[in-house]
């Protein structure tokens, strides 16, 4: 059971990366330090958005449109750091 425990640690670990990896590209894109006609960058900015949509769009239909402002990734690592929590509070039962 630990191994389980830890797996699924591992996996929100990865989401957080991804999650933030693509936050702090959005900002380079947005401030035009990276460019989307680059076929790399734009492999990496479509595929860390066809990985990350179905976690942002349940959020993005609940929250309140923000006039440009997407909370749905803080949200999420929100979600992710407090199901975090929970499993390191819990982690008595996968042992």
Known sequence: MQSLFQILM?????AWFFIIAHVIMSWLINFQVLNLR???VAQI???LNRLLEPLY???????PQMGG???AP???LI???ALRIVLVN???AFY
């Open 79 to 81: 979600g992710v750091y």
């Open 10 to 14: 591992l996996l929100l670990d990865v």
């Open 38 to 40: 680059q076929q790399f």
């Open 69 to 71: 402002i997407d909370l």
């Open 57 to 63: 769009a349940p959020v993005r239909r609940i929250l």
């Open 74 to 76: 803080l949200v999420v």
């Open 90 to 92: 819990n982690a008595a």
């Open 45 to 47: 900015w479509y595929g």
